[in-house]
Each structure stands twice: as C-alpha cells, then as structure tokens.
Nanobody, 113 residues
Framework: QTQLVESGGGVVQPGGSLNLSCAASTVYFNIYTMNWYRQAPGKQRELVAQITGGGNANYANSVTGRFTISRNNAKNTVYLQMNSLKPEDTAVYYC???????WGQGTQVTVSS
C-alpha cells in the first residue's frame, strides 16, 4: 500500500500562511488524482482541494481564493499553500489518493491569535 507522509502544519495567527506537503511512496504518482482533506474536532472530514495528474485543480468554496494545491511529479509530492488563514481553518489536514484507502497520518494546523 502506498505510504503518504504529510508535513508543514503548525500554529499561525489569523491572516498568516502555511505550506503543507505530502510525499507519496509510489511510482504511479504522476497519474493519481490527489486530495487534501481536513477534519476539525467534532466535525466530519471534508474535501478541501483536489488536483489531477495533469494539474487540474478544484477547491471547496470555503477555501477558494485562499488555498492553492499543486504537485511536483518528479518529487512525488503534492502541496497545499494556505494563505489568509482563519480560525475556522483549524483542523488536522490529510492527503489522500482518490478512490483508495491510502491516507497519511495528518498534520495539525492551528489558526489562533
């Protein structure tokens, strides 16, 4: 099973930025659609952003214009650049390969003054 390892989380003030990374251990990374999900305490996991192997991206309404998903197929890595962070963005962020049970361990993002 493919391993996914997220990094880049932390504590940031409202209005700040973070850049999350997710490294995948698979030779087929370049053809996979990759997802970023998040889960806040007491809430269901929600899809934040998605990027196809060809680089087409989609976003949840709540993050459109603030978050940018990208990928580097040579490095088997997908990124989530998060700008203008809000307290409601606080959650554990996970990456996932579309239509698989491959999930990372998650990285905590806390937005607080």
């Amino acid at each position: 099973q493919t391993q996914l390892v997220e990094s880049g989380g932390g504590v940031v003030q409202p209005g700040g930025s973070l850049n999350l990374s997710c490294a995948a251990s698979t030779v087929y990374f370049n053809i996979y659609t990759m997802n970023w999900y998040r889960q806040a305490p007491g809430k269901q996991r929600e899809l934040v952003a998605q990027i196809t192997g060809g680089g087409n991206a989609n976003y949840a309404n709540s993050v459109t214009g603030r978050f940018t998903i990208s990928r580097n197929n040579a490095k088997n890595t997908v990124y989530l650049q998060m700008n203008s962070l809000k307290p409601e963005d606080t959650a554990v962020y996970y990456c996932n390969i579309l239509h698989t049970d491959s999930w990372g361990q998650g990285t905590q993002v806390t937005v607080s003054s």
